[in-house]
């Protein structure tokens, strides 16, 4: 049974003081644990702030993005050491916005999942298609690129460390969900891919989460799907009751 995972990413969102903020008010929501993953994913200059008033929570913490090197001449950039020794949980990876803005290529992204899984990351790996894409019929044949490509050389021990955020590029930011069944039938495709490339128990243990106008409107319609095991949330994860409903859900 795969734990569900709600993923807060918080993109360019919050100056320290707010963050902290959020961190309190989700953290005092709860007296148990909610029965899910709750991960928080704050810009870099947050982590540290945020790691201290979540530390001995259920929260979990990911930065947004890190540099694949581990140190050097690098400016500007950060390395997945520095992510952990900040009280980093997870990383994000692959998400459309450095895909396109940022022109990462995926045999970047597939140098970032290893070094956040050296560095003792969990990846959170981003796929998903564009609007041309999917009507011109390419979906499947560019998740099945993406996720060829991304997970280049990872053995199936590092795929157990990995979670899979399938993404519609369309539907990020847009308003526009995928409907729950459109959603499933490429989780499914993402299920049965790594089935055939890392064997059954990869396959079944793996988490995927649905990301792209999720809201708490929205968000059980697509957990009940079969293959739809969380939800990486962009927008609605800005508010924290927002964010609550949605880990309620
Ligand atoms: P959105 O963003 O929920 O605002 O569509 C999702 C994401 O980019 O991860």
């Given at each position: 049974m795969i734990r569900p995972v709600i993923a807060g990413n918080?993109?360019?969102n919050k100056t320290v003081a707010e963050a902290v903020d959020?961190?309190?008010?989700?953290?005092?929501?709860?007296?148990?644990?909610?029965?899910?993953?709750?991960?928080?994913?704050?810009?870099?200059?947050?982590?540290?702030?945020?790691?201290?008033?979540?530390?001995?929570?259920?929260?979990l913490l990911a930065?947004?993005?890190l540099h694949e090197e581990e140190k050097g001449?690098?400016?500007?950039?950060?390395?997945?050491?520095?992510l952990r020794e900040a009280g980093c949980n997870c990383v994000i990876i692959g998400h459309?916005?450095?895909?396109?803005?940022?022109?990462?290529?995926?045999?970047?992204?597939?140098?970032?999942?290893?070094?956040?899984?050296?560095?003792?990351?969990?990846?959170?790996?981003c796929i998903g298609e564009s609007l041309r894409q999917r009507e011109e019929?390419?979906?499947?044949?560019?998740?099945?690129?993406?996720?060829?490509?991304?997970?280049?050389?990872?053995?199936?021990?590092?795929?157990?460390?990995?979670?899979?955020?399938?993404?519609p590029v369309w539907a990020i930011g847009t308003g526009k969900t995928a409907s729950p069944e459109q959603a499933e039938k490429v989780h499914r495709f993402i299920r049965e891919w790594i089935v055939r490339r890392y064997g059954p128990k990869n396959g079944a243990e793996l988490a995927i989460l649905y990301g792209g106008s999720v809201t708490?409107?929205?968000?059980?319609e697509l957990m009940a799907q079969p293959d739809i095991n969380?939800?990486?949330?962009?927008?609605?994860?800005?508010?924290?009751?927002?964010?609550?409903?949605?880990?309620?859900?």
């Open positions: 918080w993109k360019m959020f961190a309190v008010r989700l953290r005092t929501a709860y007296s148990t644990p909610p029965d899910r993953e709750v991960i928080i994913a704050p810009p870099f200059t947050a982590l540290q702030a945020v790691a201290d008033t979540i530390r001995g929570s259920f929260i930065a947004q993005n001449a690098y400016t500007g950039e950060i390395s997945g050491k520095m459309s916005e450095r895909r396109t803005l940022f022109t990462e290529s995926d045999d970047r992204i597939n140098r970032k999942l290893r070094a956040a899984l050296t560095a003792g990351l969990r990846p959170i790996f019929g390419e979906t499947e044949a560019v998740i099945e690129h993406q996720l060829k490509e991304g997970l280049n050389n990872l053995t199936a021990n590092d795929i157990e460390s990995c979670v899979v955020a399938y993404e708490p409107k929205n968000i059980a969380g939800a990486l949330v962009g927008g609605a994860s800005l508010d924290v009751d927002s964010f609550i409903q949605l880990v309620g859900c």
